[in-house]
């Protein structure tokens, strides 16, 4: 009884089986026969090898809302279901089965993978969740939980998985069935459409036709989102239309698509030069091609019999699904059937253009012979007929014979070619043979024939002028050559008088006596006033007073202007002429050629004059002038050179003489390096001093500038000026010896004034009266540095200059220093900061450190305005010590930096200021300074202030070295 109630229910779990085909509702079946008999809860998970989880596919059971199609449950993680799942027969956890579900035979490898794993490397319990679903052998579909069996039912639960698997099993012959059915379906559907477009594609006999059929084909039947089209032209693929979504985009003359073939990299062109299909994903797609196209894309060349029509693409866009092969293989058929109608098109365009060529060539040459702007004779035997240009010339009619034709056309009509005149006009004939056709040609030249005469004229003519300039530019004189070009141009034009005349300048030249003052009116002056060549055929009394006293009968009259020089020019004849037109345009070229010749002649005369007074001041110029060569060779001197250095100045010319030979030998150095500077440096002014050598051998100091104008082509050399330093020096040593001298004298009264005012200070006086006696003080100290300035300008000068380091802490001097500022700083209405830190020990002489703080205090007061800004800084730093005055002056101009601390310079906006000095105080203080071993810096900028900053390091130079 027990087997048959076994079997009874194994029975209905068969008809479950067999109820439906769809797996899903199969397997529900199952699952619900399964509660039906007893079991509380059903439910079955299956394996998907894609994300290597257990899902939750179907569940049963008594209790409501009872779901598992939301667990997925991962494969490697622990759990019973996993473990089941590797499990070789029924596992029981409390009240829940769990039975393996295998979809085939199999040796179960898997449950125990350390006994009967026989692959290589061997799976363990630990790593089979990720190794063993890979295998070949595996077979687990998945696990069947059931809750509350009953005890009855147990015996049955493994033949329960086996209908499980079965299950699947027809479920997935079920998924293949109608996967293929589906897949037929679409051939045939897709093999309907590719069949409809080829007679489509047939019909159409336009290029442009049967490309978008195609790209309509793909997008509307095929569902492509994006088809583009591109054609091979001459080498190029160009684009040529675009389908997205329902748009059509003609691309054709600007499309962004213009590729070479042969080297482009591009997978439209790759797939053109390779001749066949490119399916390309997105990401390997080059940069930019990419952009907005699907996961792949299909590349299809359009061939006809191998040849490379062009080139189809297609995608299904962002978001949609990669172009399958299948759908390759439709797009390839398309673009075959494509490649065939493109070239039939192209043979019907072809044979169409040519039959529409034939016809219009036919018609053209029909009309050719009536309507050829030459004439034509065409012969056949004696017999043939001419057009009516040949007519016209030969005098025939449209019938011609042999014997009607003149006999100097012999030549022509044995195929040669000759000229000849014809009824008062000129032709040129050429003759042809065919076979039994004579051709003759007749070309009309006789406006050519007009022309080169003309121009032979014309060259006759110009010829004529560019004589007559020649000739009278080789004359002296502006007179001279007025004269020479008039009598020229009277014979040139067959005139009897000649008259030229120039503002400002009156007449040059006439053939024969005027008046001092020209008779009113005349021609000249109405051509001038015109502008413009005239020519009177018939003169009156009243219209020319010139022509009147001389008794002319016409005239010809050419105005000339170069810049401002302004004149004209009369010819007459005594016999009444007439006038062509060739001939007054000619009178054109005249006023030209005149107006270019005086200009000339008085631009020459101005020159030799200007070059006359050139030559007198060079040759009293106190400075000589050189002219070398890259070599340094001399190409031109002065005549100055023999006066200041007793040379010949034509020396140069009788042998080659090199320029630095001249120069003192233990200064050659000097003049070797200042010459190689201006070599280096083209168009820059470089200077130098160094003794030249007189003719006598007295070594003359002199001071150099030159510039290198060797690529300047008026000069084509490097230009050097000397001069004698000899007066300076001089004058110099005077200066020197004189401010010494006064210096000196000055010391005495000075060093009594601030006694006196020392003693003042000390005794008892009013407020009013100790602020003069401090004035009185800080005028006497600023006299006393401008004295020891100009002292130490005369130290430096001699080579005596002293200073005395030792160690010393400036922080106490430069305080007192800046006491004395104090009562200056009120007066001047500037505030003066004072920011000393503590400083180092600094090896240094104090009292010319002061010196230079003096100094440029001084100079800070002078120049800052008031409501202004002083800062006297120093601090340490690090091997050094720096010293700072820093104002907010007007600032010193840039191109005044160079020249800052060299002697007696002074900035332009001192004097436009009226801030007096001497121009000394930079000057020793940086001397001071770089006897220190020390060095001087400026910052300053316009409108806004300087900075000095002086830089003393600790220890100073060696004593040897220090001065």
């Not at 195929?415 to 007749?442: D, N, P, Q, T």
């Not at 020479?484 to 503002?503: H, K, N, P, Y």
Request: hydrophobic share 45%.
């Amino acid at each position: 009884m027990r087997l048959a109630g076994q079997l009874a229910v194994l029975a209905r779990f068969q008809r479950a089986l067999l109820k439906d085909l769809e797996p899903v509702q199969i397997l529900r079946n199952l699952l619900e026969v399964a509660t039906e008999e007893g079991v509380e809860r059903a439910a079955l998970f299956l394996y998907h090898p894609s994300t290597r989880e257990l899902v939750g596919e179907v569940a049963s059971g008594r209790g409501r809302h009872y779901t598992v199609s939301a667990i997925a449950l991962p494969l490697y993680s622990k759990g019973p279901v996993q473990e089941a799942f590797f499990a070789e027969g029924p596992v029981k956890r409390g009240e829940e089965w769990l039975l393996p579900v295998v979809g085939e035979e199999a040796l179960f490898c898997w449950s125990d993978p350390e006994a009967r794993c026989q692959e290589r490397p061997r799976a363990t319990r630990e790593t089979r969740a990720m190794v063993c679903p890979s295998c070949f052998r595996f077979a687990a579909k998945g696990v069947l939980s059931l809750e509350g069996v009953p005890q009855a039912l147990q015996p049955t639960l493994p033949l329960l998985a086996q209908l499980t698997a079965l299950a699947l099993k027809n479920g997935e012959l079920l998924a293949s069935r109608n996967a293929a059915l589906g897949k037929l379906s679409r051939h045939v559907e897709a093999l309907s459409h590719v069949s409809a477009l080829a007679r489509e594609v047939a019909r159409s006999l336009e290029p442009s036709a049967v490309l978008e059929t195609l790209a309509r084909a793909l997008s509307e039947r095929f569902g492509f989102f994006r088809v583009t089209v591109a054609l091979v032209k001459e080498g190029r693929l160009e684009g040529h239309l675009t389908v997205r979504g329902q748009e059509v985009y003609w691309t054709e003359g600007r499309s962004r698509i213009q590729l070479l073939v042969e080297v482009s990299p591009d997978p439209l062109a790759r797939a053109v030069r390779e001749r066949k299909t490119l399916v390309l994903e997105r990401e390997k797609l080059p940069a930019g091609v990419g952009q907005g196209t699907g996961p792949t894309v299909a590349y299809v060349p359009i061939l006809a019999e191998e040849e490379p029509l062009g080139v189809v693409a297609v995608d299904h866009g962002p978001g949609g699904p990669p172009v399958n092969p299948e759908e390759v293989g439709y797009v390839e058929l398309l673009a075959g059937v494509a490649g065939v109608a493109l070239k039939n098109a192209k043979l019907y365009r072809e044979k169409t253009q040519l039959s529409l060529a034939l016809a219009a060539e036919r018609k053209r040459l029909s009309q050719v012979l009536e309507d050829l702007p030459d004439g034509v004779v065409v012969l056949f035997g004696d017999r043939g007929f001419a057009n009516p240009r040949a007519r016209e010339a030969l005098g025939l009619g449209p019938e011609v014979a042999l014997e009607d034709l003149p006999t100097a056309l012999g030549p022509a009509l044995e195929g040669g070619r000759l000229e000849l005149a014809l009824g008062g006009r000129s032709y040129s004939v050429r003759g042809r043979v065919v076979g039994e056709m004579r051709i003759l040609v007749l070309h009309d030249i006789s406006e050519r024939v007009r022309m080169e005469r003309a121009l032979r004229e014309q060259v006759v003519f110009t010829q004529a002028l560019v004589d007559l300039a020649q000739a009278a530019l080789r004359e002296k004189g502006i007179r001279g050559l007025a004269e020479a070009i008039v009598r020229r141009l009277l014979v040139l034009f067959a005139a009897d008088e000649g008259v030229l005349l120039a503002e400002g300048e009156g007449v040059l030249f006439a053939t024969c006596p005027l008046p001092a003052s020209l008779p009113q009116p005349n021609l000249l002056e109405r051509a001038l006033a015109e502008e413009s060549p005239l020519g009177v055929e018939e003169l009156h009394p009243r219209e020319c007073g010139i022509a009147t006293s001389l008794g002319l009968q016409s005239a010809l009259v050419v105005p000339f202007r170069a810049g401002v020089f302004r004149g004209g020019l009369l010819l007459g004849y005594r016999k009444g002429r007439r006038f062509g037109e060739r001939l007054l345009a000619r009178l054109a070229q005249v006023g030209t050629l005149l107006a270019l010749v005086l200009e000339k002649a008085r631009f020459l005369e101005l020159l030799e004059a200007e070059e006359e007074r050139l030559k007198a001041l060079m040759e009293h110029s106190q400075d000589v002038v050189y002219v070398l060569d890259g070599n340094g060779t001399i190409r031109s001197v002065s005549a100055s050179v023999r006066g200041v250095l007793g040379y010949d100045p034509e020396g140069y010319r009788r042998a080659p003489v090199n320029g630095l030979d001249f120069v003192h030998p233990e200064d050659r150095p000097l003049a070797e390096a200042l010459f190689r500077e201006l070599l280096a440096h083209p168009g820059e002014v470089r200077a130098g001093e160094f003794r030249v050598l007189h003719a006598d051998g007295t070594p003359i100091p002199m001071e150099a500038w030159g510039r290198n104008l060797l690529h300047e082509p008026r000069v084509g050399g490097v230009v050097v000026n000397l001069r004698d330093l000899r007066p300076r020096l001089e004058a110099e040593r005077l200066k020197g010896e004189f401010i010494a001298a006064v210096s000196h004298e000055l010391r005495t009264p000075l060093a009594v004034i601030m006694g006196l005012a020392e003693l003042l200070r000390e005794e008892g006086l009013s407020p009013s009266a100790e602020e003069s006696v401090e004035l009185i003080l800080e005028s006497a100290f600023r006299l006393k540095t401008m004295v020891d300035n100009l002292l130490d300008t005369s130290r430096l000068e001699a080579g005596r200059f002293e200073v005395n380091r030792r160690p010393v802490n400036l922080r106490p001097h430069l305080l007192d220093l800046a006491k004395s500022f104090h009562g200056v700083a009120r007066l001047s209405g500037v505030d003066f900061r004072v920011e000393v830190e503590e400083l180092p020990v600094v090896e240094a002489d104090p009292e010319r450190m002061v010196q230079v703080v003096g100094n440029l205090l001084s100079n800070a007061f002078k120049f800052t305005p008031q409501g202004g800004r002083i800062r006297l800084g120093a601090r340490g730093e690090g091997d050094v010590l720096v010293l700072e005055v820093e104002d907010t002056g007007p600032g010193i101009p840039k191109e005044e930096l160079p020249k800052l601390f060299q002697r007696y310079a002074r900035a332009k906006n001192a004097g436009a200021r009226g801030v007096s000095g001497t121009g000394l105080g930079l000057y020793i203080s940086k001397a001071i300074v770089e006897a220190h071993g020390g060095r001087i810096e400026v910052e300053t900028e316009e409108g806004k202030g300087s900075l000095f900053r002086v830089i003393l390091p600790l220890y100073g130079p060696h004593p040897a070295g220090g001065g």
